[in-house]
T-cell receptor
């Protein structure tokens, strides 16, 4: 079956540091890959996505590249801010039409210190 | 921009009580989902509905029932609450393609004493 393995947290960085959160996946088909972010007390919000190999998703300074050869979708940001403190989830969707279930990683809690 | 609306936001129940969590979306999405979020376990799918009139079990369906009342609404019912069902519950909706993102509500924080 499908699975997503995320870098374990929590991760604590200083403001303006470089961020990498690792994500690897196992899937039987050709999944779409997503990063979601969850701020305290809120639901998950889509951060970025990539739907085929070598695609790069980007949003709010975050980037992730769909690497089929290494089955990875690592999240990166060049200079983090305090407002980036949140929990980040990697996820994949590998369903047929009408079966678009997401498989999530366990989440990585990121704290940015001023 | 309401998106996905969940009610209630917080609830405390006693073991054995029943309750229904409500979810409504205004994005005309066909697919809707219920997840639970527990510390260190990410989100796990309880039930989903690919379209009005259909529902299917997810990873952790035991102890829950669902109703897809119409295209907008998808409710989750706990018939006899147990402490193991203490969790944060999220409803989500999406268009009916696997490359489309899911849109989440703000969650219901449920405690079973």
């Amino acid at each position: 079956g499908n699975s997503v393995t995320q870098m374990e947290g929590p991760v604590t960085l200083s403001e303006e540091a470089f961020l990498t959160i690792n994500c690897t996946y196992t899937a039987t088909g050709y999944p779409s890959l997503f990063w979601y972010v969850q701020y305290p007390g809120e639901g998950l919000q889509l951060l970025l996505k990539a739907t085929k190999a070598d695609d790069k998703g980007s949003n709010k300074g975050f980037e992730a590249t769909y690497r089929k050869e290494t089955t990875s979708f690592h999240l990166e940001k060049g200079s983090v801010q305090v407002s980036d403190s949140a929990v980040y989830f990697c996820a994949l969707s590998d369903g047929d039409f009408g079966n678009e279930k997401l498989t999530f990683g366990t989440g990585t809690r990121l704290t940015i210190i001023p | 921009n309401a998106g996905v609306t969940q009610t209630p936001k917080f609830q405390v129940l006693k073991t054995g009580q029943s309750m229904t969590l409500q979810c409504a979306q205004d994005m005309n999405h066909n697919s809707m989902y219920w997840y639970r979020q527990d510390p260190g376990m990410g989100l796990r799918l309880i039930y989903y509905s690919a379209s009005e009139g259909t529902t299917d079990k997810g990873e952790v369906p035991n102890g829950y029932n669902v109703s897809r009342l119409n295209k907008r609404e998808f409710s989750l019912r706990l018939e006899s609450a147990a402490p193991s069902q203490t969790s944060v519950y999220f409803c989500a909706s999406s268009e009916q393609y696997s490359n489309q993102p899911q849109h989440f509500g703000d969650g219901t924080r449920l405690s079973i004493l």
